[in-house]
């Protein structure tokens, strides 16, 4: 099977949760024997590169430049086509995981070859449904896309709720089929001091005020919480969470560290009393399941797509939204050792069933059946 993979992260190009999923399952489904081939931008580079990995996977990296993308970001096909004519034919599969490569994916399928769409979010669920007509043309694009596709892979049932609801005509083609996790070496060994981690996006729907708000609460209660919060955001939001540190007067307990490598990520992840993650939505929870894998104790939000993969049996959840629930579930946490230990041993646990290996088999029955429409 020769599958082409089309993506916006991979590898070192990575932003967030999307690029560690391309990247576990390009590596895992190589692992069982599929040809791939992956087109990814880089943005350090200046010119495009060709590169080898694994047992057979074929990386084209391209500049994210103007040269190969234009308006929206979309990927300039007829270029890639003329300076990349090898990547023109041969594909069992098509697989689009971000929207900006479609033009390719339509001038490489020709409507012959099937088209696979794992979507990591709905775009006007994601960016609010703004009449700003650069976003509404970027909703159009990925509406269209679901329509053209052969196959849709969604990562939860939450997701696929959504899709129920505003558009029905696409469930039949549709799947969900959860993303994998890579099992890290570290593990969890709990600092003397009560550290609390956030890790993601600084955006205002992953509920990164709430837990402000709440460590202000446990404050004014007498108890002493550090916050490490991890994640770029733009400059406007990020001055404004600031602000809210400062007019709480904790600019002593919480320190914003920007984008940070995933190492040492994972370094704080294995020493903080628990990793938060109190998003309002969310269509997925992979930061809590590397925080589960690694065994740091999971405090989350009930949010969408979060609720499935941080069941309560394994972490201390709360109602979106609610900060005097997610200051509770910190005083309950940092007052109780054990249950800290509980919640570890639970959480990896949890978080094992996730292995790309565990969800290989199903990933290559998904590309088996979509071959074969």
């Known amino acids: 099977m020769k599958i082409l993979t089309l993506t916006n992260e991979f590898e070192d190009e990575s932003f967030g949760g999307a690029g560690t999923a391309v990247t576990g399952m390009v590596h895992v489904l190589d692992r069982m024997g599929v040809q791939q081939t992956v087109i990814v931008p880089r943005s350090d580079w200046n010119m495009p590169r060709w590169a080898l990995l694994g047992q057979q996977i074929k990386v084209l990296w391209l500049p994210r430049n103007s040269h190969y993308f234009g308006y929206l970001g979309m990927i300039k096909a007829d270029v890639v086509c003329q300076e990349f004519p090898e990547i023109c034919q041969g594909w069992d599969i098509i697989h689009s995981h971000a929207i900006n490569f479609?033009?390719?994916?339509?001038?490489?399928?020709?409507?012959?070859?099937?088209?696979?769409?794992?979507?990591?979010?709905?775009?006007?669920?994601?960016?609010?449904?703004?009449?700003?007509?650069?976003?509404?043309?970027?909703?159009?694009?990925?509406?269209?896309?679901?329509?053209?596709?052969?196959?849709?892979?969604?990562?939860?049932?939450?997701?696929?709720?959504?899709?129920?609801?505003?558009?029905p005509q696409y469930l039949a083609k549709t799947e969900v089929l959860p993303l994998g996790i890579t099992i890290p070496l570290e593990r969890w060994r709990p600092g003397s001091i009560n550290e609390l981690l956030y890790v993601g996006r600084l955006i205002d729907y992953k509920g990164i005020e709430d837990l402000i708000k709440a460590i202000s609460i446990r404050q004014r209660s007498g108890r002493k919480i550090l916050l490490n919060i991890v994640g770029k955001g733009t400059d406007s939001y990020e001055s404004y969470l600031k602000?809210?540190?400062?007019?709480?007067?904790?600019?002593?307990?919480?320190?914003?560290?920007?984008?940070?490598?995933?190492?040492?990520?994972?370094?704080?992840?294995?020493?903080?009393?628990?990793?938060?993650?109190?998003?309002?939505r969310e269509a997925y929870g992979l930061v809590a399941l590397e925080g589960m894998a690694i065994g740091t104790p999971i405090i989350a939000s009930n949010a969408g797509g979060l609720a499935e993969v941080v069941p309560n049996a394994c972490a201390l959840t709360f109602e979106a939204g609610n900060v005097a629930q997610l200051s509770e579930a910190l005083a309950n946490l940092i007052d109780t050792p054990s249950l800290q230990k509980s919640l570890s041993i639970k959480g990896r646990e949890n978080a094992l069933r996730f292995k790309w290996s565990q969800l290989a088999p199903r990933y290559l029955a998904l590309l088996e059946r979509v071959k074969g429409k």
């Not at 006007?124 to 849709?152: H, T, V, W, Y």
């Open 243 to 280: 602000q809210l540190v400062k007019s709480l007067k904790l600019e002593a307990y919480i320190h914003f560290h920007g984008r940070t490598p995933s190492l040492e990520v994972r370094r704080w992840m294995a020493s903080s009393t628990a990793l938060v993650v109190p998003s309002r």
């Open 102 to 167: 479609t033009p390719l994916a339509y001038t490489l399928s020709q409507e012959v070859v099937p088209i696979l769409y794992s979507v990591y979010s709905f775009l006007r669920k994601e960016l609010g449904d703004s009449p700003e007509s650069e976003l509404q043309a970027q909703f159009k694009i990925q509406e269209e896309l679901f329509m053209r596709c052969q196959r849709i892979q969604l990562i939860s049932q939450s997701e696929r709720h959504y899709l129920a609801n505003y558009l």
